[in-house]
Nanobody, 122 residues
Framework: QVQLAESGGGLVQAGGSLRLSCAAS????????MAWFRQAPGKEREFVAS???????VHADSVKGRFSISRGIGINTADLQMNSLRPEDTALYYC????????????????WGRGTQVTVSS
């Protein structure tokens, strides 16, 4: 079983930056494909970005040019650099992993973290 832990959320003013980190632990015998999703109150969980273990990246149109996903320093870690933050980016941000191909569908992911809150004030 894989456990995921996110960190780095917080409160920031519009136009500011935050960096989220995710680390997998537990039964991480294989290299995992990783992704970030977010969920605002009253809305469905939304794909933000994904990265394969080889480093191939996909970003949602809503964050292209502002957010960047990357592999972290440790094995099975992933970071999300968020720049030019907007109030509409306010959400609970989740890290997720899959042993299959990463997609934009939450149902395709095997493990989830508990989330880290990002709040952007106007």
């Amino acid at each position: 079983q894989v456990q995921l832990a996110e960190s780095g959320g917080g409160l920031v003013q519009a136009g500011g930056s935050l960096r989220l980190s995710c680390a997998a632990s537990g039964r991480t015998f294989t290299l995992l494909n990783m992704a970030w999703f977010r969920q605002a109150p009253g809305k469905e969980r939304e794909f933000v970005a994904s990265i394969t273990y080889r480093g191939a990246r996909v970003h949602a149109d809503s964050v292209k040019g502002r957010f960047s996903i990357s592999r972290g320093i440790g094995i099975n870690t992933a970071d999300l650099q968020m720049n030019s933050l907007r109030p509409e980016d306010t959400a609970l941000y989740y890290c997720a992993t899959t042993t299959g191909e990463p997609t934009s569908r939450p149902a395709d992911y095997d493990a989830w973290g508990r989330g880290t809150q990002v709040t952007v004030s106007s």
